[in-house]
């Protein structure tokens, strides 16, 4: 199998490759960053003008244009493929990103956003493509999927997640640890922070943390799918 993905940010592409493995047993080989390119130092200058208004815009434009998603399906060499689209919903009311969100005290509520924004990236596709296509929304921020291994809660019930993940760093890992940690590149954080995600049992387990992070885990299937 291989995979590419479209993510907001490198250390979103970083949990989600942790994730791959754990779930799909898939290494850095098996997978290609569409967007963001993981060996660029800087994006460049349509990336930059996106990123001042969040890194949905950049992942937005790709599924609109999708040039780096065909030349990845076109020159994959597996017959199966997957291309996984990540982004947050805590923007989702922005102007261009345009969700109508559901009510924060609706029971549903986690599933019912993480749906409009399903159907408005499937739209953004123009539905091409969308059978290959898995949607790893997250809820609020991706940050929040990292909670659940620092939290038996629900953390989709945390209103700032990546507050919350920073003050749980400063109070589990000693100084020493604490300080080489936040000297890490964003990616670098991401996967370090992640590596229990690698673990099968301790992703699933973790997955029943967070409803957006379970259904993007269970929508990867099983391996050998497809």
């Given at each position: 199998?291989?995979?590419?993905?479209?993510?907001?940010?490198?250390?979103?592409?970083?949990?989600?490759?942790?994730?791959?493995?754990?779930k799909l047993g898939l290494d850095?080989?098996?997978?290609?960053?569409?967007?963001?390119?993981?060996?660029?130092?800087?994006?460049?200058v349509?990336?930059?003008?996106?990123?001042l208004?969040?890194?949905?815009?950049?992942?937005?434009?790709?599924?609109?244009?999708?040039?780096?998603?065909?030349?990845?399906?076109e020159?994959?060499?597996?017959?199966?493929?997957?291309?996984?689209?990540?982004?947050?919903?805590?923007?989702?009311?922005?102007?261009?990103?345009?969700?109508e969100?559901p009510?924060?005290?609706?029971?549903d509520?986690?599933?019912?956003?993480?749906?409009?924004?399903?159907?408005?990236?499937?739209?953004?596709?123009?539905?091409?493509?969308?059978?290959?296509?898995?949607h790893?929304?997250?809820?609020?921020e991706?940050?929040?999927?990292?909670?659940?291994?620092?939290?038996?809660?629900?953390?989709?019930?945390?209103?700032d997640?990546?507050k919350?993940?920073?003050?749980?760093?400063?109070k589990?890992?000693?100084?020493?640890?604490?300080?080489?940690?936040?000297?890490?590149?964003?990616?670098?954080?991401a996967?370090?922070?992640?590596?229990?995600?690698?673990?099968?049992?301790?992703?699933?387990?973790?997955?029943?943390?967070?409803?957006?992070?379970?259904?993007?885990?269970?929508?990867?299937?099983?391996?050998?799918?497809?």
């Open positions: 199998m291989r995979v590419g993905i479209v993510a907001e940010g490198r250390g979103d592409l970083a949990v989600i490759a942790n994730i791959l493995k754990g850095f080989e098996d997978v290609q960053f569409i967007r963001p390119e993981y060996d660029m130092d800087e994006t460049d349509h990336d930059q003008a996106e990123a208004r969040g890194g949905w815009g950049r992942v937005k434009r790709e599924c609109v244009e999708r040039g780096r998603i065909r030349e990845f399906v020159n994959a060499i597996d017959d199966e493929i997957l291309v996984l689209i990540q982004i947050d919903t805590a923007e989702a009311h922005e102007k261009g990103y345009d969700i969100r009510g924060r005290d609706d029971p509520y986690a599933a019912v956003l993480r749906r409009r924004v399903v159907e408005k990236i499937n739209a953004w596709l123009e539905g091409e493509g969308v059978e290959r296509v898995r790893a929304v997250a809820v609020e991706t940050e929040a999927w990292v909670l659940t291994i620092f939290s038996a809660k629900d953390t989709a019930t945390f209103g997640p990546k919350k993940l920073n003050e749980v760093i400063n589990a890992m000693p100084d020493k640890e604490r300080k080489r940690h936040f000297q890490l590149k964003e990616y670098a954080q996967h370090e922070l992640t590596r229990p995600f690698r673990k099968r049992r301790e992703l699933e387990k973790f997955a029943d943390r967070n409803l957006s992070l379970r259904l993007f885990v269970d929508s990867l299937g099983e391996p050998g799918e497809g």
